[in-house]
């Protein structure tokens, strides 16, 4: 069992930064790939980054590609989700994932663990 808690979200103005942290519980955090997902009131949850659990291979979505990376840092049971040059589309709630395996998943159904999700706002 894995329990996720993400922090970091708020409100923040267009072209503004916000990074992201989610902390893993267990002591095997570093066998589990990690994503990001966010959803929008009205729209779908949508895939964001995702990172592997030991070659750090990662994927972005098209709409973030070049403003958001994603980092781990197993040591520390975290991942990261730095936000640069933010828009009002990126306003939704930000979820981070979990998923025991080697593979790097880009589908909300392939991960297995969700955290509660934290509130990310940009205002135009």
């Known amino acids: 069992q894995v329990q996720l808690v993400e922090s970091g979200g708020g409100l923040v103005q267009a072209g503004g930064s916000l990074r992201l942290s989610c902390v893993a519980s267990?002591?095997?955090?570093?066998?589990?790939?990690m994503g990001w997902f966010r959803q929008a009131p009205g729209k779908e949850r949508e895939f964001v980054a995702a990172i592997s659990r030991s070659t750090f291979n990662t994927n972005h979505a098209d709409s973030v590609k070049g403003r958001f990376t994603i980092s781990r840092d197993n040591a520390k049971n975290t991942v990261f989700l730095q936000m640069n040059s933010l828009k009002p589309e990126d306003t939704a709630i930000y979820y981070c994932a979990a998923k025991y395996t080697s593979v790097l998943p880009v589908t909300a159904t392939r991960y297995d663990y969700w955290g509660q999700g934290t509130q990310v706002t940009v205002s135009s």
């Open positions: 267990g002591r095997t955090f570093s066998s589990y790939a």
